[in-house]
């Protein structure tokens, strides 16, 4: 039991540093500039949220903080430490789920713990259904994974995610592909479990109303090449509501500029 | 109810159906049977052992060519998934080799091995392996890369990928490719049965043959349709199994 209560105290989140972070990718038309010169650092426990257009470098950065590339030049710090490999400090949490079909709910969870060292079997289990519990599936623990629906998988993605106790978390349009209300459920369900596990999170979206809801700041990106153009802090006291006026408002000061930088860039805002 | 009976009334029409043709004595009884002269073969041979022996010598082969095929052509494949070197080089030999009908095997089998087990279990496995080792080729790069990433995030590396991740995750493509590697095997011996005399075995292929020298339609049409029930018992005992389980587990249609 003791074991078991080591593994779920809450971990303090952690400070992310980006340092003079550039990427460039070879394609088959020619170099494209993923990430240009980037720096930025995220409090701990805070929730940055970035926005941009397709191939703005915003997914790239997230990998890089994830461990999953390498920067050409530059680092990323947390807590001072360089970061060269994923890690179960950072955990992920995909657009498609990236759950394993051939485990049931149960089993991905348990993927994540037996990768843990210090915990028996008995104690595993325990973990995994404290995380279920925790996104509300606690009676799904033996389904399948194709049973579920598009929300369920992203509850379970995101217990999964959470199981190893990590300090980070980071997240990559996880939504994306959700209906309206199923994505609004889950914005209450991230600030909600935000509250009693606070983890430093990183938000990747091209929503910006989704951005403006969740995040503590919302930073917008800019393409070609990859950069941050614009940073907006989102003062607004939690748990927010999707629909709120406020939420609103600081959403349309983000659109404004985001159609603001497309127009001087010639280009249309299509999202 | 209705899915046992209409394949019985099937199968019952189909052979009344048989035995009328070959009583209007359009043709001649040496080449098409009647039913009955069949079902008496099958009684006489079944009871002196023939059939009973040649059909263990035939699947003896078949399995010991198929699991050594299996052996090399599915670490092969994914060898060949894994290192661009083994690609570039394997992967152009396999698929290449894929293309040969296994029959051609044949010829070289016999100049090698004599008119031996060796000739063709040799066959066997050359009919299983290329096409297993292409299934697991294709099975593993076909893998969504977002399984890796998720298991590197969560500690996953190295060995613990592939035996945790990479495998099941190729499970439903490497069972396609053994049950592709099974039809290729079982092809491939029923052509050097057929073509090769083994004196230390007498196969279904071997009885198909001399069903033909001796003019015996009645034990060649006997023949082959044991060599179909194999076939089909084949795939229910070996392959459906897994395949509920991946319909099952994958949720993949059947």
């Not at chain 1, 348990?110 to 060292?117: D, E």
């Amino acid at each position: 039991m003791t074991a078991v209560h080591e593994e779920l105290r809450n971990v303090p989140p952690v400070k992310l540093v980006v340092q003079n972070v550039s990427k460039t990718f070879a394609t088959r038309h020619g170099p494209v500039h993923a990430l240009d010169d980037i720096s930025l650092s995220v409090r701990e426990g805070e929730c940055v949220c970035m926005v941009g257009p397709s191939g703005c470098g915003k997914s790239t950065l997230l990998n890089i903080i994830a461990g999953l590339e390498t920067p050409d030049s530059g680092a990323v710090l947390a807590d001072g430490k360089p970061i060269s490999a994923p890690g179960r400090d950072r955990m992920v949490l995909f657009q498609e789920s990236a759950l394993f079909p051939w485990l049931d709910v149960m089993g991905n969870l348990m993927f994540a713990l037996k990768l843990k060292p210090n915990l028996n079997k008995q104690a595993r289990r325990e973990v995994a259904l404290y995380y279920l519990g925790l996104v509300g599936l606690g009676k799904f623990a033996h389904s399948h994974i194709h049973e579920l629906s598009g929300g369920m998988k992203q509850r379970v993605a995101l217990a999964r995610a959470m199981a190893p106790n990590p300090r980070v978390l980071l997240m990559d349009e996880p939504f994306a592909a959700l209906d309206a209300i199923t994505r609004e459920q889950l914005y209450d369900d991230i600030q909600r479990i935000q509250e009693e596990r606070p983890k430093t999170i990183i938000f990747v979206t091209h929503n910006v109303r989704e951005a403006a809801c969740l995040g503590d700041r919302v930073l917008l990106f800019a393409p070609r090449p990859g950069r941050i153009e614009g940073e907006f802090p989102v003062p607004l006291s939690r748990p927010r509501d999707f629909g709120s006026l406020d939420v609103a408002r600081h959403a349309s000061e983000v659109m404004h500029a985001l159609k603001h930088h497309l127009q001087s860039e010639g280009m249309e805002a299509t999202e | 109810m209705r899915r046992v009976l209409s394949p019985i009334f099937f199968f019952g029409a189909l052979v009344v159906a048989w035995e009328a043709l070959v009583r209007a004595g359009i043709w001649s009884p040496v080449m098409i049977p009647s039913p009955l002269s069949v079902g008496e073969y099958f009684w006489r041979a079944g009871m002196d052992g023939t059939l009973g022996g040649a059909m263990l010598v035939t699947l003896r082969r078949l399995l010991l060519g198929y699991f050594i095929g299996l052996l090399i052509g599915l670490p092969l494949g994914f060898m060949t998934a894994r290192f661009r070197i083994c690609k570039d080089t394997l992967g152009v030999v396999a698929l290449g080799l894929q293309t040969l009908p296994s029959i051609c095997w044949v010829p070289l089998a016999l100049l090698w091995f004599g008119q031996t087990e060796v000739a063709t279990l040799f066959v066997v496995i050359m009919g299983t392996v290329w096409s297993a080792l292409i299934a697991t080729d294709h099975g593993v790069r076909t893998i969504s890369p977002i399984y890796v990433r998720a298991a590197m995030t969560m500690g996953s590396r190295r060995l613990h990928t592939w035996v945790k991740v990479i495998l099941p995750a190729s499970l439903p493509f490497i069972v396609s490719g053994m049950k592709q590697g099974w039809a290729f095997a079982w092809r491939s011996l029923m052509a050097a049965e057929i073509y090769v005399t083994i004196l230390t075995g007498f196969g279904l292929g071997q009885l198909l043959h001399y069903g033909r020298e001796l003019h015996a339609m009645d034990q060649v049409i006997a023949v082959m349709l044991i060599i179909i029930l194999i076939g089909l018992l084949a795939d229910k005992i070996l392959f459906s199994p897994w395949e509920r389980f991946l319909h099952r587990r994958w949720g993949t249609t059947e």
